[in-house]
């Protein structure tokens, strides 16, 4: 559909049939199946819209990518994207909320399921490195990003909500951790983010030039790092 259905408010990709539509009555003792509402369906096609455009983000990081470079590197047009995003802070905004929440909650299965500190420390390094290894790019993303919100405004907000979530699943691994050997951390949450983040950051970089070896480097310095942050 052409963009000049986008201004008349309709959605470019929308089902032909509007949410309104009638249900048709439905066979006695069938039950009529869950309608999707129009937030839902909203929703639905923004998530698929940020899967699709994670992969040119990370690519081309922030300031190389348009609307308009994503759409041609998808399988949505310029007017589909730019209907369900006001620009492109909107839309790079979203795609590394979408995907930083995922992130988060990968280590969840870690905590709850560890039995012992040293199972919790291998779970925890394992995910860590895999992520750095199998989505360096989508890293690349947000620490770029997070270095544009000094300079734009419109991106602070955001990133201050990413920084809070990541922050507190870091707190969530430390004080299990903690739990597990039986004591306490000697730091607080904002402190244990940064130590943390600031290594997995630096591996970010370094990545890029050494491959073969800054995985293992990472596991080793937050491995001798980690016992550090707690006092017995």
């Given at each position: 559909?052409?963009?000049?259905?986008?201004?008349a408010?309709s959605?470019?990709?929308?089902?032909?049939?509007?949410?309104?539509?009638?249900?048709?009555?439905?066979?006695?003792?069938?039950?009529?199946?869950a309608r999707?509402?129009?937030?839902?369906?909203?929703?639905?096609?923004?998530?698929?819209?940020?899967?699709?455009?994670?992969?040119?983000?990370?690519?081309?990081?922030?300031?190389?990518?348009?609307l308009?470079?994503?759409?041609?590197?998808?399988?949505f047009?310029?007017?589909?994207?730019?209907?369900?995003?006001?620009?492109?802070?909107?839309?790079?905004?979203y795609?590394?909320?979408?995907?930083?929440?995922?992130c988060?909650?990968?280590?969840?299965?870690?905590?709850?399921?560890?039995?012992?500190?040293?199972?919790?420390?291998v779970?925890f390094?394992?995910?860590m490195?895999?992520?750095?290894?199998?989505?360096?790019p989508?890293?690349?993303?947000?620490?770029?990003?997070?270095?544009?919100?000094?300079?734009?405004?419109?991106?602070?907000?955001?990133?201050?909500?990413?920084?809070?979530?990541?922050?507190?699943?870091?707190?969530?691994?430390?004080?299990?951790?903690?739990?597990?050997?039986?004591?306490?951390?000697?730091?607080?949450?904002?402190?244990?983010y940064?130590?943390?983040?600031?290594?997995?950051?630096?591996?970010?970089?370094?990545y890029?030039a050494?491959?073969?070896?800054?995985?293992?480097?990472?596991?080793?310095?937050?491995?001798r790092?980690?016992p550090?942050?707690?006092?017995?």
């Amino acid at each position: 559909m052409s963009v000049a259905s986008d201004a008349a408010g309709s959605d470019p990709g929308s089902d032909s049939a509007p949410d309104s539509a009638p249900d048709s009555a439905p066979d006695s003792g069938s039950a009529r199946p869950a309608r999707v509402s129009g937030i839902d369906k909203v929703e639905r096609r923004r998530v698929a819209l940020a899967e699709s455009a994670l992969k040119t983000l990370g690519e081309l990081g922030y300031a190389r990518t348009s609307l308009r470079e994503i759409a041609n590197n998808s399988e949505f047009t310029h007017g589909v994207v730019h209907y369900y995003f006001r620009d492109k802070i909107d839309l790079i905004s979203y795609c590394v909320r979408h995907y930083k929440t995922k992130c988060a909650q990968r280590y969840d299965e870690v905590v709850e399921t560890a039995a012992s500190a040293d199972e919790l420390a291998v779970g925890f390094l394992g995910k860590m490195t895999q992520t750095l290894v199998e989505e360096t790019p989508m890293h690349r993303l947000w620490y770029d990003l997070r270095a544009q919100s000094m300079f734009e405004e419109q991106l602070r907000d955001d990133v201050v909500a990413i920084d809070q979530l990541l922050e507190q699943m870091i707190w969530r691994i430390l004080t299990r951790y903690a739990d597990l050997v039986g004591g306490t951390p000697t730091v607080d949450a904002p402190t244990a983010y940064a130590l943390l983040d600031g290594l997995f950051e630096q591996a970010v970089v370094g990545y890029a030039a050494d491959p073969d070896r800054v995985p293992d480097q990472l596991a080793d310095r937050v491995s001798r790092v980690l016992p550090k942050l707690i006092a017995a």
